[in-house]
């Protein structure tokens, strides 16, 4: 399937899933600077790729798809961290960091795929 529009790549699909779950997850949370801080990151992975995309060359877009990449693990820290300050239970911490490992090895698959294509 050829990708004629960011919409179309599978990461930024599953990066927006995660955004909106853990946007749902803190919600309530009073802690402000750790919920603002984790809702930016997990925004930043969709966010890096779709801007990536249409810049004009695919080393640009490589170098997104990187930042996409740090911002994940960003997220993945951060839900540890989560997890130590009883902000979110075992089970709950562990999904969403499988989400994140899983929308990582698909971006590094995508980044891997360009490297060839050129």
């Known amino acids: 399937m050829q990708i ?6 599978i990461a930024w699909k599953k990066a927006q899933d995660l955004a ?10 009073k802690d402000f600077g750790f919920r603002d801080q984790i809702c930016r990151a997990t925004v930043s992975i969709s966010n890096n790729i779709a801007e990536g995309f249409d810049r004009s060359s695919n080393a640009d877009f490589k170098r997104f798809l990187f930042i996409s990449l740090a911002s994940c693990s960003e997220v993945r820290s951060m839900l540890y961290l989560a997890e130590r300050l009883n902000y979110l239970d075992k089970e709950k911490a562990e999904l969403l960091r499988e989400n994140c490992i899983e929308i990582s090895k698909i971006t590094a698959g995508f980044i891997k795929s360009l ?3 050129n």
């Open 4 to 9: 004629v529009k960011f919409e179309d790549i």
């Open 115 to 117: 490297n060839t294509s």
């Open 20 to 29: 909106v779950e853990v946007y749902g997850v803190f919600k309530e949370s």
